[in-house]
């Protein structure tokens, strides 16, 4: 029996335009609710952009930044942060590589230097609603949770790869492709996160369904009870998923947990 039902954001539960099915999604809340069922937001995505999408729906748990920051409207249930140390080091290294646009991703806002793309802030800002712009990232005073990266989408392989050499131990990148990268903390991810958060709410794994579409989905979908990987995910992710649904176009998060829940009437 599922009991708890965690999505990833972006080209999973949301539309291309950044929208879901709302009248469809609160009918689905109602019959989470009658059975206990808790749902959660499983995310690289910072809180507060997280949370302006369920404004009604209060009960909703956040695992955000990949896991390293959990948390609902009232209670943080989990905050793990890159030593001040390892984060200067991060940031040499990443001076190294040409080309890269960084986010420096902490619990109270992201961080973004003044000197970077006008342009480039302006984007950043659809997925970063606390977005500050500081003229040294080594002035920021926060726990630092994550570092994002932008890079042209056709070198995003081969600078995953060698930000792997460079960051051995430090960060572990993942990415979803498109120019877009993610570092983590080693053994920080998704499944680490939603395994944390059960062990607080007294639900195993086993007891949770999953939906991703990228690769830092991999781990959550593969480790779940029921991982369901989208008709738009990256063939990794389909090669370890239980199940697949539809495209995030077509709302196939909402389409697959209506036909479940109807399955176990």
């Known amino acids: 029996m599922i009991k708890l039902i965690a999505v990833d954001m972006d080209s999973t539960f949301l539309r291309d335009d950044m929208s879901y099915d709302e009248s469809k999604f609160a009918a689905l809340q109602k019959q989470f609710k009658q059975r206990k069922i808790r749902f959660v937001v499983a995310s ?18 956040y695992v955000a930044e990949n896991g390293a ?7 943080i249930y989990a905050l793990h942060s890159f030593s001040p140390t ?3 080091h991060i940031l040499n290294d990443l001076a190294l590589v040409a080309n890269l646009k960084i986010i420096v991703c902490g619990q109270k806002s992201a961080y973004i230097l003044a ?27 926060d726990h630092i949770v994550k570092f994002a990266i932008g890079c042209p ?5 081969a600078i995953v790869k060698q930000l792997q050499t460079l ?5 572990e990148p993942t990415s979803s492709g498109h120019g877009d990268i ?5 053994g920080m991810n998704k499944a680490a996160g939603l395994k944390e958060l059960g062990s607080i709410l007294g639900i195993d794994l086993s007891e949770m369904c999953a939906f991703g579409d990228g690769g830092n989905d991999l781990e959550m979908i593969r480790e779940v009870g029921l991982g369901v990987a989208m008709q738009n995910a990256q063939l ?5 998923s239980d199940d697949q649904t539809l495209d995030n176009q077509k709302q196939g998060v909402l389409v697959f947990l209506d036909q479940l829940l109807k399955s176990q009437n």
């Open 69 to 75: 920051y959990i948390r609902d409207q009232q209670n």
């Open 236 to 240: 990794a992710v389909k090669a370890v």
């Open 115 to 141: 000197s970077e793309d006008p342009a480039y802030i302006t984007k950043m800002r659809q997925f970063y609603y606390h977005l500050d712009l500081v003229d040294d990232f080594s002035k920021i005073d």
């Open 182 to 186: 993610d570092l983590i903390q080693p």
């Open 167 to 171: 960051l051995t131990g430090l960060a």
């Open 153 to 157: 989408p056709e070198k995003t392989d």
């Open 44 to 61: 690289g995505n910072q809180y507060f952009q997280l949370k302006s999408f369920f404004k009604t729906y209060p009960d909703t748990i």
């Open 86 to 88: 390892i984060v200067t």
